[in-house]
């Protein structure tokens, strides 16, 4: 009976997001390993331009909104976003850019993020991006020895931290989140496809091809 309650639970979930999307369609569906009831893929609205600047031959647009102290998120950034931005952005294929916007008043989650995008002001972005989701430190006493081991300058980086520079930046990324109805963790928003969960390589690359396709009036 426990099973049975469960598959409906998670078909009622999978029914509630795909009303959500509207005149959106799925193009694929394939729980992730982490959170099986929010994981799908939409295409964008009907009638929703997708095909300009997304041929081939220009840059493909994908935006990531992510977390720390996420399951999924942690499983997602460490295996296919690996992947996912070594053939996109490491060879200039695709702008890929992360966002966050945890709660305020979550200050685990904020401090993790704000350590990364001091990090970034020295290049070390990724670097400690991939460390705090594999280590999953909590609080400044164990961020700051990871990223002080990136070789970084600690004296600048504290100034960043302490000044809390980017705690404006994080606000505005929460309210874009949003805007785009990028309410669980991690989301993938690539030329207007929402690839929503812990999805596979395999799915993303399936999305970046349709996406790419050109029109066949073109």
């Known amino acids: 009976m426990k099973t049975f309650y469960s598959s409906a639970f998670v078909s009622l979930i999978l029914a509630f997001f795909l009303f959500l999307s509207a005149k959106s369609e799925p193009i694929i569906i394939r729980q992730g390993e982490n959170h099986p009831p929010f994981s799908t893929i939409l295409a964008p609205a009907e009638g929703e331009e997708i095909f300009e600047n997304t041929f081939l031959s220009k840059p493909l647009e994908i935006e990531l909104y992510d977390d720390f102290y996420c399951d999924a998120?942690?499983?997602f950034a460490l295996n296919a976003l690996r992947q996912l931005k070594a053939d996109t952005m490491d060879i200039g294929k695709g702008n890929l850019r992360v966002f966050f916007g945890p709660p305020?008043?979550?200050e685990k989650r904020m401090t993790a993020v704000m350590a990364v995008k001091c990090?970034?002001?020295?290049g070390k972005f990724w670097e400690l991006y991939e460390k705090i989701h594999e280590e999953k430190?909590?609080?400044r006493k164990t961020?700051?020895?990871l990223a002080k081991s990136l070789k970084i300058d600690m004296a600048k980086y504290a100034q960043c931290m302490e000044s809390e520079r980017y705690r404006e930046?994080?606000?505005i990324e929460r309210e874009q989140a949003a805007?785009?109805?990028?309410?669980?963790?991690p989301t993938l928003l690539i030329n207007g496809y929402r690839l929503i969960g812990d999805q596979p390589i395999e799915n993303?690359?399936?999305v970046i091809d349709e996406a790419t396709r050109k029109p066949p009036n073109l």
């Open 73 to 75: 998120c942690d499983h």
């Open 104 to 106: 305020e008043t979550d």
């Open 119 to 122: 990090a970034g002001d020295q």
């Open 137 to 139: 430190p909590e609080g």
């Open 143 to 145: 961020i700051d020895p």
């Open 169 to 171: 930046e994080i606000g």
């Open 179 to 185: 805007e785009k109805k990028a309410f669980h963790r």
């Open 204 to 206: 993303i690359k399936k």
